[in-house]
């Protein structure tokens, strides 16, 4: 037993040795790596880095009609502890070039214009806090073709594909804000345009009021047009309904001649869709059941085609019962 313990002694001792040993090493590692890492820092580098571009504040009375690089390329020549903390801190998602402050015109060339990106060290110096280390940006120059722009007023037009749930249906008209919009771009094409589009929409089995904004259609961006406000806000109020009947006296109209006619049946059965609201608003007298003597006899028809010349908005006819109704002229 003795021996033992000696024995426990000895290993507890030599694993402190090895721990104090590994200690002495790791702190030693990372000393000299942390010295390490301050030299290379503090050396120049130079570096290329791409950064891309959003261009603000383009003239007002022009309009942009090529693609424009969206991407600079940047040579940079600074220390590494700059290079570093620019990346962890001051990296912007994009670089913004204010267009008007910096455009050129090409001589003799109305619609044709550049920017000279040696102009920009600055403007990119200060976004990315390198205000004296940016020797090189690449392309060297940014061409822009702009012409003269035209404004149009012009009407809105929404693309619904609207489908009920069983018993509901549209209360009111759709509700659209705006209904007009301005068009911005060349004359040519502004010329042609009438009314503008929404991009296409699909509701399904709605049940209740629907309320949300629609962007225009994607074509008008190949068309270089610029519509303002660039979306609209649509409303569209939904009602459940019910159906409801009425009996209604057909009345013989276009009797030029003043003929004495017979029709069979003498009422028709009216069936229609209201809202459960406005049920109780509904009378007979709203409803106009009338059939046209002049066309029939034109046509020698053997009968009259029933048509209901006047009811409440808010109601939607369903059926006529019958739809066409036997006649016979006295003499």
């Not at 455009?103 to 806090?129: A, C, E, M, P, R």
């Not at 509901?168 to 804000?177: G, H, P, T, W």
């Amino acid at each position: 037993m003795p021996t033992d313990i000696h024995s426990d002694q000895k290993n507890s001792l030599l694993r402190n040795r090895f721990r104090m040993k590994f200690t002495i090493f790791l702190l030693c590692f990372l000393f000299s790596s942390f010295i390490w890492l301050l030299t290379k820092l503090s050396r120049e580098y130079t570096e290329t880095i791409k950064y891309p571009v959003a261009f603000t504040n383009f003239p007002s009375d022009k309009i942009v009609m090529n693609d424009l690089d969206t991407i600079l390329t940047l040579k940079l020549k600074t220390k590494g502890f700059r290079l570093l903390s620019n990346k962890i801190f001051y990296t912007p998602y994009s670089l913004n070039i204010d267009v008007a402050s910096m455009l050129k015109k090409k001589k003799n060339k109305t619609d044709y214009f550049y920017i000279v990106t040696s102009d920009l060290y600055q403007s990119i110096g200060s976004q990315l806090h390198f205000s004296n280390n940016i020797f090189s940006i690449s392309p060297d120059t940014i061409f822009f073709t702009m012409k003269k722009l035209y404004n149009k007023k012009v009407p809105v037009k929404p693309r619904l594909n609207i489908n009920f749930e069983q018993q509901y249906n549209l209360s009111d008209s759709v509700k659209f804000i705006p209904d007009s919009v301005i068009v911005s771009g060349i004359k040519n094409i502004i010329d042609t345009i009438k009314f503008v589009e929404t991009a296409p929409i699909t509701l399904t089995k709605i049940n209740s009021n629907k309320y949300f904004s629609l962007e225009f259609a994607k074509k008008y961006s190949n068309y270089k047009l610029k519509i303002t406000p660039f979306e609209i806000k649509i409303f569209i109020p939904v009602q459940k309904y019910t159906e409801a009947s009425v009996e209604l006296p057909v009345i013989v109209g276009n009797n030029t001649y003043n003929y004495s006619v017979k029709i069979f049946p003498e009422n028709v059965k009216l069936t229609y869709l209201v809202s459960l609201d406005k049920y109780k608003n509904v009378t007979p007298s709203m409803f106009s059941a009338v059939v046209d003597l002049s066309n029939t006899l034109s046509s020698k028809s053997k009968k009259l085609k029933v048509n209901i010349i006047k009811y409440p908005s808010f109601v939607k006819i369903q059926k006529i019962d019958p739809e066409k109704i036997e006649y016979i002229i006295l003499k």
